[in-house]
């Protein structure tokens, strides 16, 4: 596996390549560059000043601000810090699975089979988009490993307990919650059903390790959680079955290549996209030919498996059932499901079981080679073989019966040429025929098992990974050039940008909104942005709500709410009228006249009820940017006192001003408002509230002053006890269970010392 792994990624990473698809280059290299400034600054990374117009950072489980993995983007580049991030978490990942294999009795032949399998499936190979699915996904296997075998002692079990839990938190702090969610409960359920006598005090310990070692995370996000898009509105209608395990997917799980390229879109070569609604959180899930090999073996090969079965089937069967649309609906207000987001999330639950399954499976299949073994692989490859000719002619097999299956997609499929269909057939065919053909030909050998699967499992998935110049990447767009130093962006319009430099079709996809600085990939050369959509549910819910209200407006209103944010320069499609600008690359870069600054005193004040009347009452022509603020209330325009703000400085989440103010005014910061902001007017805490919908607001008597806005440090604090709880109980923990006591552990005899004669 070691071997594979480094032919797979090692000439890309020393050649210096990255792995820019998806929100790896959107979103996750921007906010690593924010996390690693702030911490070579010396500065806690608690707060994003720069995407949609400021959100939380450590608070936010998906920027991994506390995962020691992160570190990584202190030693190298961003893009090939999440080259070799995204690298190391898969041999992780397989590592684990083998681990997990092991533990649950599997030879090391077996489980070497089980962990290439299953580390090589479609879902694995879907999570080298996300740097935070898979640094939770491999952390979550690792936690299983330690729910197996059952412990012999009590003693055993509370260390057991700690272990799992302290790899659950790290799978949390790894940034996908919903997967660590699954792997605390997966491991409940192993503990419940296998351990003797049926453990009560263990599956607390776990769950109370994982939630000490994921407070720094954990609380603070418990905190800013009511005041995020998740936290304050209910999922969109059908999200929850806008990826799913439907019948329209069914194909994919043994045919990952043949709807078009896993990445792309219908532009860039996935022809069936018109039969997807939204999008598809996992590109690859085929399952591979070796546990359709093993699987049916696993049953009779040996007990104890009976948990596992119910796990792969609970997510099998959840991931199809909620993609029914009444059901869905029905479970869209369930707190987890709606955090879940896709149902295609629950084949997570199969992807943990796999590996005990897989492993008796192989087991079962070498034990029974005689008896039915041989047959069932030479049978398997001789079905496989038969599938070749609508391979080799996609036009009179694949292309009608694809149509007739993807009906909404059948004029898209017209235009595949004939070259392109039975190119996607044959990877596929090969990948189905590799295995089996491995097995019939050599017998049941452990090291050509695990060598044909993870090979076969490369050729099938080789599509989610795709590597690109790093260079290219890192390097600015021509756009960056055309803006201000210190911009503050808002894209009006979605650029046209094409993409020009790689030459898979595929990663066009990404390339043209990255030249086009869409947010939030121009994070990753100091672009901050405003009147933004956010990506991750996590962004400040009144910045969303006011992204979305306006999206109908005319551009040249959004243009006038944007300068009143704080924007310094647009991008739009076409030039604005009487505004200044340059044509870039494609781009319209236009420079914003009279912006409003980072902060000031108002001087007039404008009361607005609700978010769509602050939004027209900040673009309207009458709007004197700098100078208005939308305050909440009713009634006519009030004045207010003015006067100068100089700010001092400090880190993003405590900024500090010098005020001068000629009467009561009120001063304006352009960062997003959240309830877990405080402030202090020269010393003395002074309250915070929201103006211009979305930034915040502090009252400042006349005078000269001081004013700290700041992070409530509470939640952090509190965050920071947890891992220090659990480094004190683990401790002790370690200490009782080597200690040479007198009295024996369950099922031992106890030992005492002879007592002395008494003196006479």
């Known amino acids: 596996m070691a071997v594979l792994w480094a032919l ?92 997990l294999a092991r533990r649950s009795g599997a030879a090391p032949g077996a489980a070497a089979v089980a962990a290439g399998a299953v580390g090589t499936c479609g879902v694995a190979w879907s999570a080298v988009t996300f740097l935070n699915f898979q640094a939770s996904l491999a952390w979550g296997v690792w936690a299983l490993a330690t729910a197996v075998p059952p412990p012999e002692s009590r003693g055993a079990a509370l260390r057991r307990a700690l272990a799992g839990g302290a790899l659950v938190g790290l799978s949390f702090l790894g940034g996908e919650p919903v997967t660590a969610g699954f792997a605390a409960l997966v491991w409940v359920v192993v503990a419940l059903s296998t351990w003797r006598p049926t453990p009560i005090a263990a599956p607390v310990v776990m769950l109370a390790a994982a939630a000490a070692l994921a407070a720094p995370v954990l609380v603070p996000l418990l905190v800013i959680y009511p005041d995020t898009v998740r936290g304050a509105m209910i999922p969109a209608l059908g999200a929850l079955s806008a990826d799913a395990l439907a019948p329209r997917r069914f194909p994919e799980l043994l045919f990952p290549n043949l709807l078009g390229s896993p ?115 030479r049978g398997a490859a001789v079905a496989v073989l038969l599938l070749a000719p609508a391979a080799l002619a996609p036009h009179l097999l694949l292309r009608p019966v694809l149509a007739a299956v ?42 050509v098992a695990a060598a044909a699967g993870i090979t076969a499992n490369t050729l099938a998935g080789s599509g989610a990974l795709l590597f690109a110049d790093a260079g290219a990447w890192a390097a600015p767009p021509p756009a960056r050039a055309a803006l201000p130093p210190r911009p503050v962006v808002a894209v009006l319009q979605a650029p046209l940008v094409e993409g020009r430099v790689t030459t898979l079709p595929a990663l066009e996809r990404y390339w043209g909104p990255h030249r086009a600085l869409l947010p939030e990939s121009g994070t990753r050369w100091g672009v901050a942005y405003v009147l933004t959509r956010g990506p991750d549910g996590l962004e400040p819910v009144r910045q969303e709500l006011l992204a979305a209200t306006t999206v109908h407006m005319a551009i040249e209103e959004r243009a006038r ?34 912006p409003s600054p980072p902060a000031y005193l108002a001087r007039r004040l404008l009361p607005a009820e609700g978010m769509l009347t602050a939004a027209t009452t900040m673009a309207a022509e009458s709007f004197r940017a700098g100078e208005d603020a939308a305050v909440a209330g009713s009634g006519g325009v009030r004045a207010a006192a ?58 400042v008597p006349p005078g000269r002053h001081r004013v700290v806005v700041f992070l409530d440090p509470t939640p952090y604090r509190l965050g920071l006890a947890g891992p220090l709880l659990f480094a004190l109980a683990a401790g002790l923990t370690l200490r009782a269970g080597t200690s040479r006591g007198r009295a024996g552990t369950s099922g031992e005899r106890g030992r005492s010392t002879p007592a002395s004669p008494p003196a006479r």
């Open 642 to 699: 003015g006067g100068t703000v100089v700010e001092i400085g400090g880190p993003p989440h405590r900024r500090s001003f010098d005020v001068t103010a000629d009467g009561s005014g009120l001063l304006v910061v352009q960062q997003s408002f959240l309830r877990c902001w405080r402030a202090r007017v020269d010393g003395r805490a002074a309250p915070v509230e929201a103006v211009n919908a979305v930034s915040i607001g502090v009252r």
């Open 263 to 377: 990445l792309g879109d219908l532009r860039t070569g996935f022809w069936a996209a018109p039969s997807f609604p939204w999008q598809r959180y996992y590109p690859v899930i085929f399952i591979g030919m070796v546990p359709l090999l093993c699987l049916p073996f696993a049953r009779r090969a040996r007990r104890g498996l009976g948990p596992w079965w119910a796990v792969a089937a609970a997510g099998v069967a959840a991931a199809f059932v909620l993609s029914l649309p009444a059901v869905a609906r029905s479970a869209q207000g369930v707190p987890f499901l709606g955090a879940a987001r896709y149902a295609i999330k629950f084949l997570t639950l199969a992807v943990f079981a796999l590996p005990p399954l897989v492993a008796a499976g192989w087991e079962g299949l070498a034990a029974g080679w005689q008896s039915g073994g041989r047959r069932a692989v």
């Open 8 to 99: 797979l990624y090692l000439p890309a990473l020393i050649a210096g390549r990255t792995l820019p698809a998806r929100d790896v280059a959107t979103t996750q290299i921007p906010w690593r560059t924010v996390w690693r400034q702030q911490v070579l600054a010396g500065s806690p990374p608690l707060w994003d000043p720069y995407s949609n117009g400021g959100r939380p950072l450590l608070a936010n489980p998906n920027a991994m601000a506390a995962y020691p993995g992160t570190l990584l983007f202190l030693l190298a580049a961003p893009e090939e810090a999440a080259a070799w991030h995204v690298a190391l978490h898969h041999l992780l990942l397989l590592l684990g699975c083998y681990a």
């Open 406 to 447: 993807y009906p909404a997609s059948a004029t898209s499929l017209a235009a595949v040429p004939d070259a392109a269909l039975r190119r996607a057939g044959l990877t596929d065919w090969g990948a189905l025929l590799l295995p089996a053909a491995a097995l019939a030909a050599a017998g049941p050998i452990p090291w």
């Open 561 to 594: 709410l944007a300068r009143a944010l704080g924007a310094t320069a647009v991008v739009a499609q076409a030039p604005l009228l009487g505004w200044r600008g340059v044509a870039v690359d494609g781009l319209w870069v236009g420079e914003v006249p009279q």
